[in-house]
C-alpha cells in the first residue's frame, strides 16, 4: 500500500500515541506531537484518507482516531523503528536464562515463563527438540521386585525415564544382556523414526529373551514416542486474564489451545505477527500474537512468542523476542555439543545437569 511521507508519518504517530494511552488520537494532539509543521486541517484530511484505506478507525464522529489490525501490519512491516534492547536489558535476559536449566528440554519452558514475565504477557512456545535429536543411550535400572526403571538419554542432553512392571524377576545377566541389546540397536537412531514395526522386528531378535524382556522393549517405544511429538505450552495464562479479555473467550481458547500449534508452525526466519481478527485464528477478541522461530544447530526447532491485546508496543516488544529466540537457538546448540551429552550421559540416576 502506497502512502506518501507525510501519510506514513502520521499513521506511525497514531499508533505510537494510542499504544501509550489507549485513547483515539486526535488532530490537535498529533499537529503537537509533529511541532505543528502541518496543520490540523491538513492531518484531518490525511486521517479520513487513512480511514477509507482501512488504516484508521474512528470509534466515534467526534472522536480522534485508532488504528485498525490493517493499519498495525502496514506499521510494522514498513514504518516502525525497532527500540533496540540496552546492555542492561540483554544481561538481564541472560542471567534469566542462565540459572536452572540442566538440560536442552528445559530450555524453552524456562525462557517461556522469563518471556512471559518480562513482558507481561502470556508466552506461548511450540517445541520439537525431540523430533531432531537421537538415542545417545538406554538404561535399564532395578527399582523394585519386577519393577524396573528405563532411562533414555537424547542427543540433546534430556533424560527421560519411565517405570516399567514385568511378568518375571529378571537375572542380572538379563539385565545386562538388555542393556546392551538395546544400546546396540537403537543408538543413533531418531525419536521420531522409532516405529512400532521397528520394535516388533526387535522383540523377535530377542529371541528366547523375548517373553520375558519385551515389555521393557516396548516400554522404551512408548517414552520415546511420547517425547518426540510437539510440545505446545503457554506460560503466564493468567494474564490473559489480566489484560482485559472477555473470561469466557479466555476460557475457551484455553479449552483448545493446541488449535494454535498449526499457526506457530507457519512461523519460519524472523519474527512473524498474527492477528485474531486477521485470520479468525483466536478465539479471543482483538488479540495479537508475535512469534520468533528458534533453531538447533541451525535446524528449525519451534517458535517461541507472546500472546496480547492488539495495543502492544511492538517497537520494544520484538526486539525482546528476537533476542529470546536467539538465547534459546544458542543454548540447544550449546547443550548438543558432546562435552554436554558426556556430562549428561554420567548422570545415569537420572538426574540432569553435570557432575
Known sequence: MELDKRKQKILSVVIDEFVKTGEP????????????????????????????????????????????????????????????????????????????????????EHAAQALSQITGCAAVNRSNVPNISVISRVEVIPAGRRIYA???????????????????????????????FLNQHLQGVKLDELSQ????????????????????????????????????????QEKLLSTGFPANEVADF???????????????????????????????????????????????????GIIGPVRLDYAKLIPYIEYFSDSVSRLLTDFAQPEHL????ENSDGSKGKK
Not at 558426556?342 to 550421559?345: D, M
Request: charged share 20%; glycine share 8%; proline share 2%.
Open 25 to 108: 488520537v486526535g488532530s490537535k494532539t498529533i499537529a503537537a506531537l509533529l511541532d505543528n509543521s502541518v496543520s490540523s486541517a491538513t492531518i484531518r484530511n490525511d486521517m479520513a484518507a487513512l480511514e477509507r484505506l482501512g488504516l484508521l478507525e474512528q470509534p466515534h464522529t467526534s472522536s480522534g482516531r485508532m488504528p485498525t489490525s490493517l493499519g498495525y501490519r502496514l506499521y510494522i512491516d514498513e514504518l516502525m523503528e525497532p527500540e533496540p534492547l540496552s546492555k542492561d536489558e540483554k544481561l538481564l535476559i541472560d542471567d534469566m536464562l542462565g540459572h536452572h536449566v540442566a538440560a536442552a528440554g528445559d530450555v524453552v
Open 150 to 180: 528405563l532411562l533414555v538419554i537424547t542427543s540433546t542432553g534430556d533424560v527421560k525415564n519411565k517405570v516399567c512392571r514385568v511378568e518375571f524377576d529378571l537375572t542380572y545377566d538379563q539385565i545386562d544382556f538388555m542393556v546392551k
Open 197 to 236: 514395526v521397528t520394535i516388533q522386528n526387535l522383540a523377535v531378535a530377542l529371541g528366547s529373551y523375548m517373553m520375558a524382556l519385551s515389555p521393557l522393549l516396548y516400554a522404551v517405544y512408548e517414552l520415546t514416542d511420547e517425547i518426540s511429538h510437539d510440545t505446545f505450552d503457554i506460560a503466564g
Open 254 to 304: 484455553l479449552s483448545r489451545k493446541n488449535s494454535l500449534s498449526h499457526v506457530l508452525e507457519k512461523c519460519f526466519d524472523g519474527v512473524h505477527v498474527f492477528f485474531g481478527k486477521e485470520d479468525g485464528t483466536f478465539a479471543i477478541s482483538n488479540s495479537s500474537l508475535i512469534l520468533s522461530q528458534y533453531r538447533l544447530g541451525g535446524v528449525e526447532a519451534g517458535a517461541l
Open 342 to 345: 558426556e556430562s549428561e550421559e
